[in-house]
């Protein structure tokens, strides 16, 4: 659904209050340690993203605003191109103003550096000639996720603005800090991708939070928020939905032959901030870390670009394979033993229950630790080639099941976790 102009008094006194109105959050250590979990810990439905053990009740590490409570738009996502009428209008970003049919690049200042210095990441719009939505592209929350960097240009410059329908801002890195040290943290070891919405008043990454959710995302109707695996996993292409949001379910649906993972998102993610603010969300997954991978940019560019047609945005048929499957669970498969983990299976495999996975090797002693598929289903993540330690997460299962939740429903038992979670954000991907 579309949410209110972003020039129009209801968006102005909505940032207003988000000034005054804070979520209780409990306050938690600056550096999040390991639990212990099993070998084998189940996902039911696939709550905890893409990162074994994770859900969305990890207490925030500090208060952040209210993400604007749930301002329901009135025309679905689906239909907003055509229920749009004649051409767009002039828009307002960054005290900037994109006529229709142009692109600007803007600049987007967070924070300053040490020196006091600010610290400017650029910003992408595309203003298209029609009226329609806009939706939103951010790449490298995480600094050293560099995939979505490229797939967010490739989009962005090839699109023609006096053939768009709607307006489409693409934020090729929103943490440029994390980016030029190469890591996936900011500067003071903070995930930025935990403190969403933000809060004007709170740390580093609460700041830099709260300036680009109020500056940027707030001003549109949708978002596709790009990541990778992290900590050398890799991540078959896929997106993280939460499937009983109808917004969400179009987003999906217009992205092609891609894996969908069903997944409450985590309090603290942007995704999680977007959707309680009404702005429906989606995360693409797609490769590992600190490297560009042409084949998973491809993927992602060709989805996104697939979804923009779907979404009558742009009127360019690319042709698409067969759909992929749906997952309302999966399954971690962790190490019991520390070694040299090496691996049996290739991403995207096909395995069945008791299929081995992998082998892990003491190095000292030559003894060897076998891990095998604790279900039939696919392997939609997996750790690279690696020296590990014994909790460490080798390979993610998707589990095929009948079983959905409602369109719709906010039914939080439906995406309950296994009870050997206990609701832990380690970060192996979004």
């Not at 969400?248 to 409450?264: E, M, P, W």
């Not at 042409?294 to 993927?299: D, N």
């Not at 779907?310 to 009127?315: G, R, S, W």
Request: proline residues 7%; negative net charge; aromatic residues 6%.
């Amino acid at each position: 659904m579309i949410s209110a102009s972003p020039n129009s008094p209801l968006r102005g006194a909505i940032t207003a209050i988000m000034l005054l109105f804070y979520v209780a959050g409990a306050s938690a250590g600056e550096v999040e340690s390991e639990p212990a979990i099993d070998d084998a810990e189940v996902l039911q439905n696939s709550t905890g993203l893409d990162d074994p053990g994770s859900g969305s009740s990890h207490p925030l590490p500090e208060p952040m605003v209210d993400p604007v409570a749930n301002h329901p738009p009135v025309i679905p996502l689906a239909d907003a191109v055509t229920t749009a009428d004649g051409f767009a209008e002039t828009m307002t970003l960054l005290n900037a103003e994109i006529a229709p049919g142009t692109y600007r690049r803007l600049s987007w200042s967070a924070t300053e550096l040490f020196e006091g210095v600010p610290v400017d990441s650029p910003v992408l719009v595309v203003n298209g000639k029609l009226a329609g939505p806009t939706l939103c592209l951010t790449a490298a929350v995480h600094g050293d996720e560099l995939n979505g960097i490229e797939m967010v240009r490739r989009v962005m410059h090839d699109l023609n603005p006096q053939r768009v329908a709607g307006a489409v801002v693409g934020v090729p890195i929103v943490n440029l800090q994390g980016f030029r040290r190469g890591s996936r943290y900011l500067p003071d070891r903070r995930d930025l991708n935990r403190f969403f919405p933000g809060n004007p008043r709170g740390s580093a990454a609460a700041r830099i939070a709260y300036s680009f959710f109020t500056e940027i995302l707030l001003h549109c109707d949708a978002l596709i928020d790009l990541h990778t695996g992290s900590f050398e996993r890799s991540n078959l292409p896929q997106l993280r939905a939460d499937l009983r949001n109808p917004d969400v379910v179009t987003l999906t649906q217009g992205f092609g032959a891609t894996v969908i993972l069903h997944s409450a998102p985590a309090d603290g993610t942007l995704r999680h901030a977007a959707t309680e603010a009404g702005i429906p969300a989606v995360t693409l997954e797609a490769g590992g870390p600190s490297q560009l991978e042409l084949e998973e940019v491809k993927h992602g560019v060709k989805g996104i670009e697939t979804l923009l047609n779907t979404l009558d945005m742009v009127k360019r048929k690319r042709p698409w394979g067969e759909p992929e499957p749906v997952y309302y669970r999966s399954t971690w498969v962790r190490a019991n033993h520390g070694g040299i983990f090496l691996a049996d299976v290739s991403l995207g495999s096909t395995v069945r229950q008791g299929d081995l996975l992998g082998t892990i090797t003491d190095p000292m002693n030559n003894a060897s630790t076998k891990l095998y598929s604790p279900y039939s289903g696919r392997i939609i993540g997996m750790a690279r080639n690696q020296v590990v330690m014994p909790g460490f997460a080798a390979f993610h299962v998707g589990i095929q099941t009948a079983e959905r939740p409602a369109i719709g429903s906010q039914d939080t038992d439906e995406i309950a976790h296994d009870s050997g979670s206990d609701d832990y954000v380690d970060g192996v991907s979004e």
